[in-house]
């Protein structure tokens, strides 16, 4: 199996809600990522785990909260958001040590 | 301040031609450069990976150069097709070994048929 799996594909949320995102290899991966895209940007980083320890966090404000339960799956909790957080969300996961990154097909999140 | 540019917003090509992109880099010392294709809607998908000490790689129709002197890579489409139309991304790693990729912004490739 080489596929990262997101899901939802498609979420659309207010401002006062509590949503998650989630995200699945079983390629053995240790490092796991979230990015961030907006339209004609490439995708920024915001959190790195690492044999499922959060080692980067790209200053990314507190209503994005990430969870990484094991070593296939991760999250992103999300609380509280402004309309400008609207944007892809891309997970992605690599071999610790390894340089290729292996991206899922994202979840699109609007934010009204 | 570290930057990455790959030179052309948008590449428009006859199909059968060669599609040729740029990516140039400033205040890097990367040990490596990636290039991804990314379809609309869609995730990056990883096309190839060249290192520091090698000057090119090929995959079937997809050719990397890497020109640590220049501070340049050219990345090559040869007998480009439709399908080959997508977002062309180059990435390098920022500080080594500890997995932070940055992107460029992309070049768009439409190929006509």
């Known amino acids: 199996d080489t596929e990262v799996t997101q899901t939802p594909k498609h979420l659309v949320m207010g401002m006062t809600n509590k949503k998650s995102l989630k995200c699945e290899q079983h390629?053995?991966?240790?490092?796991m990522y979230w990015y961030k895209q907006k339209a004609k940007k490439p995708p920024e980083l915001m959190f790195v785990?690492?044999?499922?320890?959060?080692?980067i966090n790209e200053s990314v404000p507190s209503r994005f909260s990430p969870e990484c339960p094991n070593s296939s799956l991760l999250n992103l909790h999300l609380h509280a958001l402004q309309p400008e957080d609207s944007a892809l969300y891309l997970c992605a996961s690599s071999q610790a040590g390894e340089d290729t990154q292996y991206f899922g097909p994202g979840t699109r999140l609007t934010v009204l | 301040s570290q930057k990455i540019e790959q030179n052309s917003e948008a590449l428009n090509i006859q199909e059968g031609k060669t599609a040729t992109l740029t990516c140039n880099y400033t205040?890097?010392?990367?040990?490596?450069l990636q290039w991804y294709r990314q379809d609309p809607g869609r995730g990056p998908v990883f096309l190839l990976l060249i290192r520091e000490n090698e000057k090119e790689k090929r995959k079937e129709r997809l050719k990397v150069t890497f020109d640590t002197t220049l501070k340049q890579s050219l990345f090559h489409i040869t007998a480009s097709q439709p399908a080959d139309s997508a977002t062309y991304l180059c990435?390098?790693?920022?500080?080594?070994?500890?997995?932070?990729?940055?992107f460029g912004a992309g070049t768009t490739v439409t190929v006509r048929a």
């Open positions: 205040n890097y010392s990367p040990a490596y």
């Open positions: 990435a390098l790693d920022r500080i080594s070994n500890d997995y932070k990729l940055s």
């Open positions: 390629m053995g991966h240790r490092a």
């Open positions: 785990y690492s044999y499922e320890k959060l080692s």
